[in-house]
T-cell receptor, first 112, second 114 residues
Framework: KQEVTQIPAALSVPEGENLVLNCSFT??????LQWFRQDPGKGLTSLLL?????REQTSGRLNASLDKSSGRSTLYIAASQPGDSATYLC???????????FGTGTRLKVLA | GAVVSQHPSWVICKSGTSVKIECRSL??????MFWYRQFPKQSLMLMAT?????????EQGVEKDKFLINHASLTLSTLTVTSAHPEDSSFYIC??????????FGPGTRLLVL
């Protein structure tokens, strides 16, 4: 069964810290992987999309890496800010499928 | 970037009524649209995939007679929750796939059934 898991479920850090969010998936044959941000009661904001052939993507203070062989992706947030507080979701599109399977999310709280 | 809209953003209804939610791709044509449901503090779960001009494909455990999906054009898909009950209260999110196979997500519709 194709599954996506995110650890930790919740994280609280002081402002300015660098942090890493983890995503693991059960099948290394993926088409792409996407990281989203979701604010409470809101929809999804796409942060980074990594294609199967890529190892990482960067956007501002965010860096996402992909290691298909180990079934892992990490989202690195540098110099965290209170405005980064949100739930971060990892979604994987496995090869041969048309749909994304979402992880359970990591609820991040950055303290001022 | 491409934009997907949903209407309404909020809906409150009485138990037993039907509610229709629209999902539109504003600046691209989407042959495929997806409907997700998210319960509080849980992740998104795919409910069904709709292809323009054909019947939707429902995920296991999703009642097709309760959640009616119509994808009548390349820019519009609708989800109708029939005879809604309190347990149907949830956040419904659609996504649309462009011809370049990129998926764009809508802002979501929060349904509260009293």
């Amino acid at each position: 069964k194709q599954e996506v898991t995110q650890i930790p479920a919740a994280l609280s850090v002081p402002e300015g810290e660098n942090l890493v969010l983890n995503c693991s998936f059960t099948d290394s044959a993926i088409y792409n992987l996407q990281w989203f941000r979701q604010d409470p009661g809101k929809g999804l904001t796409s942060l980074l999309l990594i294609q199967s052939s890529q190892r990482e993507q960067t956007s501002g203070r965010l860096n996402a890496s992909l290691d298909k062989s180990s079934g892992r992706s990490t989202l690195y947030i540098a110099a965290s800010q209170p405005g980064d507080s949100a739930t971060y979701l990892c979604a994987v599109k496995f090869s041969g499928t048309y749909k994304y399977i979402f992880g359970t999310g990591t609820r991040l709280k950055v303290l001022a | 970037g491409a934009v997907v809209s949903q209407h309404p953003s909020w809906v409150i209804c009485k138990s037993g009524t039907s509610v229709k939610i629209e999902c539109r791709s504003l600046d691209f044509q989407a042959t495929t649209m997806f409907w997700y449901r998210q319960f509080p503090k849980q992740s998104l779960m795919l409910m069904a995939t709709s292809n323009e001009g054909s019947k939707a494909t429902y995920e296991q455990g999703v009642e097709k007679d309760k959640f009616l999906i119509n994808h009548a054009s390349l820019t519009l898909s609708t989800l109708t929750v029939t005879s809604a009950h309190p347990e149907d209260s949830s956040f419904y999110i659609c996504s649309a796939r462009s011809e370049q196979e990129t998926q764009y997500f809508g802002p979501g519709t929060r349904l509260l059934v009293l």
